[in-house]
């Protein structure tokens, strides 16, 4: 079993939608997680960034954590085209180094 | 500042070369690593450095070596490749080990 489970997808949705793209994974002790994206050919960037269970919102996007199911989940709401992209979810321990472990990426398309 | 930078974009071995896959950094970051990114895999981490002089293995290191010699540069050796060593290659920086990764654009490699 993979420490962090997320499905690759393709996911397609038509241009305003609301995106809901998730990660579960298995080991209680990652403390931080994150999001980034990734364009074609090009190296991912960090989207969202939290330490906690919760929300944490930074404009169209809203990232979610609950430790207790061990599920984080990425929000985006009113999608554009531009958010056509693979979206990588991440954690880390904090005691090891700053290692992270990576989920497979969800390749999402939003059409107009 | 020009971020993460990684030479050469793209590279076609033969099985048994040898390369280096150069990052250099010019953010002042003590923290660096090296990433293979393969379809239906994510992100794995091949080895990361804390600082200069200190380098440490990853969750796929065999097969690549690397060194610190300064703050700015952490090269990735190819010993001798192997076709399973056709992949994506990206460098990571950050301020310190739990801070935010930034990623450099890729070396896209084929060993024949």
């Known amino acids: 079993q993979k420490e962090v489970e997320q499905d690759p997808g393709p996911l397609s949705v038509p241009e305003g939608a609301i995106v809901s793209l998730n990660c579960t994974y298995s080991?209680?002790?990652?403390?931080?997680f994150m999001w980034y994206r990734q364009y074609s050919r090009k190296g991912p960037e960090l989207l969202m960034y939290?330490?906690?269970?919760g929300n944490k919102e930074d404009g169209r996007f809203t990232a979610q954590v609950d430790k207790s199911s061990k599920y984080i989940s990425l929000f985006i709401r009113d999608s554009q085209p531009s958010d056509s992209a693979t979206y990588l979810c991440?954690?880390?321990?904090?005691?090891?180094?700053?290692?992270?472990?990576f989920g497979q990426g969800t390749e999402l398309s939003v059409k107009p | 500042n020009a971020g993460v930078t990684q030479t050469p974009k793209f590279q076609v071995l033969k099985t048994g070369q040898s390369m280096t896959l150069q990052c250099a950094q010019d953010?002042?970051?003590?923290?660096m690593s090296w990433y293979r990114q393969d379809p239906g895999m994510g992100l794995r981490l091949i080895h990361y450095?804390?600082?200069?002089?200190?380098?440490d293995q990853g969750e796929v290191p065999n097969g690549y070596n690397v060194s610190r010699s300064t703050t700015e540069d952490f090269p990735l050796r190819l010993l001798s490749a192997a076709p399973s060593q056709t992949s994506v290659y990206f460098c990571?920086?950050?301020?310190?080990?739990?801070?935010?990764?930034?990623f450099g654009p890729g070396t896209r490699l084929t060993v024949l």
């Open positions: 450095s804390v600082g200069a002089g200190i380098t």
């Open positions: 990571a920086s950050s301020y310190s080990t739990t801070d935010t990764q930034y």
């Open positions: 080991n209680s002790a990652f403390q931080y």
């Open positions: 939290t330490y906690s269970s």
């Open positions: 953010m002042n970051h003590e923290y």
């Open positions: 991440a954690m880390g321990l904090g005691n090891q180094g700053g290692k992270l472990i």
